[in-house]
């Protein structure tokens, strides 16, 4: 069983940064992805960004690429999500999840669960 706590969620003025942390305790090399989440308030959870465990191979929404980076610190366990150039419609709370990479990508069937951080974008 894998654990995971994100952090570094807040408030953050549209064309701003937040660089979100996800630390993961547990059976971390089982896993062959981790990825970041999002749901927005009033609508159903989305993909944001995948990371392979065998080979960091990285995936975006189309939303977010060229904006956010997934990167991960092997001697921390930790993963993150470094946001630039925020905007409104970023707002939700942010999940990562670890699981298989085909789950990772389609939002379907990840295995473990953060409890989730909260960013909203606004002025």
């Known amino acids: 069983q894998v654990q995971l706590v994100e952090s570094g969620g807040g408030l953050v003025q549209p064309g701003g940064s937040l660089r979100l942390s996800c630390a993961a305790s547990g059976f971390i090399s089982d896993v062959s992805a981790i990825g970041w989440f999002r749901q927005a308030p009033g609508k159903e959870r989305e993909g944001v960004s995948c990371?392979?465990?065998?080979?960091?191979?990285?995936y975006y929404v189309d939303s977010v690429k060229g904006r956010f980076t997934i990167s991960r610190d092997n001697a921390k366990n930790t993963v993150y999500l470094q946001m630039n150039s925020l905007k409104p419609e970023a707002t939700g709370v942010y999940y990562c999840?670890?699981?298989?990479?085909?789950?990772?990508?389609?939002?379907?069937?990840?295995?473990?669960w953060g409890k989730g951080t909260l960013v909203t974008v606004s002025s």
């Open positions: 999840a670890v699981g298989g990479l085909r789950s990772c990508i389609t939002n379907y069937g990840m295995s473990s």
């Open positions: 990371m392979s465990n065998s080979d960091g191979r990285t």
